[in-house]
């Protein structure tokens, strides 16, 4: 279940063209936050090490000064 959930959450990350992007993004990176933190209560949360550096690297892609949307650097910073 979860790799399926985080997989398409990322997936929501690398598009570049979508109608509501930045909204899109915002509510993407605000599930992986609220997802990490139940995980990070969990002794064996069913994630391996590659897709935990994906979720590390797509919350820092939204932290980035390039990030045109302050909100998405925001929610960023919050999923972090």
């Known amino acids: 279940m979860w790799p399926d959930l985080i997989n398409t959450l990322l997936q929501h990350m690398g598009l570049a063209q979508h109608p509501h992007i930045n909204s899109l993004r915002l509510c993407t990176l605000e599930t992986l936050g609220f997802i ?20 590390l690297t797509a919350i820092v892609q939204g932290m980035r000064k ?12 919050c999923a972090l």
Request: aromatic share 4%; with cysteine.
């Open 36 to 55: 990490c933190e139940e995980l990070a209560t969990l002794k064996d949360s069913g994630l391996e090490q590659a897709q935990v550096n994906n979720i």
């Open 66 to 77: 390039e990030e045109p949307s302050p909100d998405v650097r925001y929610a960023a910073t």
